[in-house]
T-cell receptor
Framework: GAVVSQHPSWVICKSGTSVKIECRSLDFQATTMFWYRQFPKQSLMLMATSNEGSKATYEQGVEKDKFLINHASLTLSTLTVTSAHPEDSSFYIC???????????FGSGTRLTVV | AQSVTQLGSHVSVSEGALVLLRCNYSSSVPPYLFWYVQYPNQGLQLLLKYTTGATLVKGINGFEAEFKKSETSFHLTKPSAHMSDAAEYFCAVRTGGGADGLTFGKGTHLIIQP
């Protein structure tokens, strides 16, 4: 089945630094990838949709300059949290859409802690 | 815009008992519906999905769900709960067409009593 690999699984960074999270589709081409954020014991909130070769579409209230998304190839999307602050600490999960099967495969998530 | 309501943030059942997790959706167009399970500090695993066709959908681990358009519901059931079913369950909806992401319910934490 479809597999999405997300790295790192956890990261601790200092306030003011930037962190990059990678999301790779391992056995299929993902023309569209999604980035979600999940606060403790809460649901997933869609942050942005990225399409290969074009600019990401951000949901209302998500700062595009803080959460930079790049989808340079059909198998890789990255989320960079720039100038991270403690309130950015969260669980970030990517998802890739395999258009042929109308399916959404999720990565294993990244726990970001900003200290 | 679509939305998802999951009734009950916590559901507790005895091992071997029926599991019923409720999900109601709103969508202005025919929906695609999903149930996912999440274990602590992990991503989401697809249990089952409804796109078109048969309204009773069977998924992994003995779970199934029935799409009822008249009730705008997509409840998840399992005849006999197992201890390993303890996890967080999310219902999600996506409208047909386009490249939309999923809209999730708030989740239901399933507790299995021995």
């Amino acid at each position: 089945g479809a597999v999405v690999s997300q790295h790192p699984s956890w990261v601790i960074c200092k306030s003011g630094t930037s962190v990059k999270i990678e999301c790779r589709s391992l056995d299929f081409q993902a023309t569209t990838m999604f980035w979600y954020r999940q606060f403790p014991k809460q649901s997933l909130m869609l942050m942005a949709t990225s399409n290969e070769g074009s600019k990401a579409t951000y949901e209302q209230g998500v700062e595009k300059d803080k959460f930079l998304i790049n989808h340079a190839s059909l198998t890789l999307s990255t989320l960079t949290v720039t100038s991270a602050h403690p309130e950015d600490s969260s669980f970030y999960i990517c998802s890739a859409r395999d258009g042929g099967r109308l399916g959404y495969t999720f990565g294993s998530g990244t726990r970001l802690t900003v200290v | 815009a679509q939305s998802v309501t999951q009734l009950g943030s916590h559901v507790s059942v005895s091992e071997g008992a029926l599991v019923l997790l409720r999900c109601n959706y709103s969508s202005s167009v025919p929906p695609y519906l999903f149930w996912y399970v999440q274990y602590p500090n992990q991503g989401l695993q697809l249990l089952l999905k409804y796109t078109t066709g048969a309204t009773l959908v069977k998924g992994i681990n003995g779970f199934e769900a029935e799409f009822k358009k008249s009730e705008t519901s997509f409840h998840l059931t399992k005849p006999s709960a197992h201890m390993s079913d303890a996890a967080e369950y999310f219902c999600a909806v996506r409208t047909g067409g386009g490249a939309d992401g999923l809209t999730f319910g708030k989740g239901t934490h399933l507790i299995i009593q021995p």
